[in-house]
């Protein structure tokens, strides 16, 4: 069982930056495949970005060469840093973390393929 625990997130003016964090504890960090979800309360979860154990990253096409998903596996700490943020980014931001035994090749983003989920954190974009 892997525990995550967020921070970061909060509200901005169009056009700014935020950057979010998420910590994890439980079984070796570096074995991780983690994620960055989000979901507005009348629409499904949407996956945002992801990056497995080997370093490969895979983004929603509503975010690509806006948001940059990373980890830092010293602290065992998985970031989003979001820039030139659009209203419509507006919504709870959620990490998520597996342990994938098998190479899946460019890592999916489907959130039934993760089973440990932060607290969420809202984030806030005003036009």
């Known amino acids: 069982q892997v525990r995550l625990v967020q921070s970061g997130g909060g509200s901005v003016q169009g056009g700014g930056s935020l950057r979010l964090s998420c910590v994890a504890s439980?079984?070796?960090?570096?074995?991780?495949?983690l994620a960055w979800f989000r979901q507005h309360p009348i629409k499904e979860r949407e996956g945002v970005a992801v990056i497995d154990k080997e370093g490969r990253t895979n983004y929603a096409d509503s975010v690509k060469g806006r948001f940059t998903i990373s980890k830092d596996d010293a602290e065992n700490t998985l970031y989003l840093q979001m820039n030139n943020l659009k209203p419509e980014d507006t919504n709870m931001y959620y990490c998520?973390?597996?342990?994938?035994?098998?190479?899946?090749?460019?890592?999916?983003?489907?959130?039934?393929?993760?089973?440990?989920w932060g607290q969420g954190t809202q984030v806030t974009v005003s036009s």
């Open positions: 439980g079984p070796s960090f570096s074995r991780l495949s």
């Open positions: 998520a973390a597996a342990v994938w035994d098998y190479d899946l090749g460019t890592p999916p983003l489907f959130p039934s393929l993760f089973a440990n």
